[in-house]
């Protein structure tokens, strides 16, 4: 695989697990969108839902779900995902917080994604933004597509991460070849030439 820059961010205190000018390009369409009811569907150490707190405009009622699953205990990741989901990132939200915004984070851990749906509903209704970076196997991005698209805004965005990386884990490419020969609106974001790792797919409702 061709190796992608990282997107990086001095004011995050977690890693940002994104490429860095196709993430700056997806920013740029939240900072124009300004959604107020995002949801994120895989977190990890919380670095995008930092960018995505961080990017909201000055004024107004912010509210995010993350919707995560923890990693393995074994694995690397572990501890510091479990360190963003039980101490910081409910304080980035207070962080991002004054007189004139308010931040709200519902942290979901525990649950795998399309199995929220109806929780994420009862809270917010219809979802301006929706991030899916979680499993990145086809049967389950399908699930996380074919469970949320419904209960979107009408001028909803849903971007997936990793449309270009093709291991045994990581099929994200395949449904989002359908997505596009559906005719959906969409648009790709890369960061190098001929890129054959992560990439952002943006699809416009
Ligand atoms: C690639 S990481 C997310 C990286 C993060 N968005 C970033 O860029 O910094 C994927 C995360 O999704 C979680 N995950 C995997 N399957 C999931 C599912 N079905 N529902 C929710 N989260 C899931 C993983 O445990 C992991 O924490």
New binding site residues.
């Given amino acids: 695989m061709k190796l992608v820059p990282v997107f990086e961010d001095p004011d995050c205190p977690?890693?940002?697990?994104?490429g860095a000018g196709e993430?700056e390009r997806l920013l740029k369409l939240y900072k124009h969108l300004k959604p107020t009811r995002i949801v994120?569907?895989?977190?990890?150490?919380?670095?995008?839902?930092f960018e995505f707190m961080k990017n909201t405009p000055s004024q107004g009622l912010y509210q995010f779900i993350s919707?995560?699953?923890?990693?393995n205990p074994d694995d690397s990741?572990y501890e510091q995902?479990m360190m963003g989901h039980r101490y910081l990132w409910s304080d980035w939200a207070d962080n991002f917080s004054n007189k004139k915004k308010k931040v709200e984070l519902v942290d979901?851990l525990s649950?795998?994604?399309?199995?929220?749906v109806q929780d994420v509903v009862q809270l917010f209704g219809t979802i301006d933004f929706l991030?899916i970076?979680?499993?990145?196997?086809y049967q389950?991005a399908k699930?996380?597509w074919e469970f949320y698209r419904p209960y979107m805004t009408p001028t909803g965005v849903i971007a997936f991460?990793?449309i270009y990386r093709h291991t045994a884990i990581d099929q994200v490419w395949q449904l989002w070849e359908e997505i596009k020969a559906e005719g959906y609106v969409t648009r790709e974001f890369s960061t190098i030439e001929d890129q054959d790792d992560w990439g952002i797919g943006v699809v416009f409702l």
């Fill in positions: 977690v890693p940002i697990i994104q993430f994120e569907i895989g977190s990890l150490f919380g670095g995008t839902l919707i995560d699953l923890p990693v990741r995902q979901v649950r795998p994604s399309a199995w929220c991030f970076d979680g499993s990145h196997r389950d699930l996380d991460h990793d």
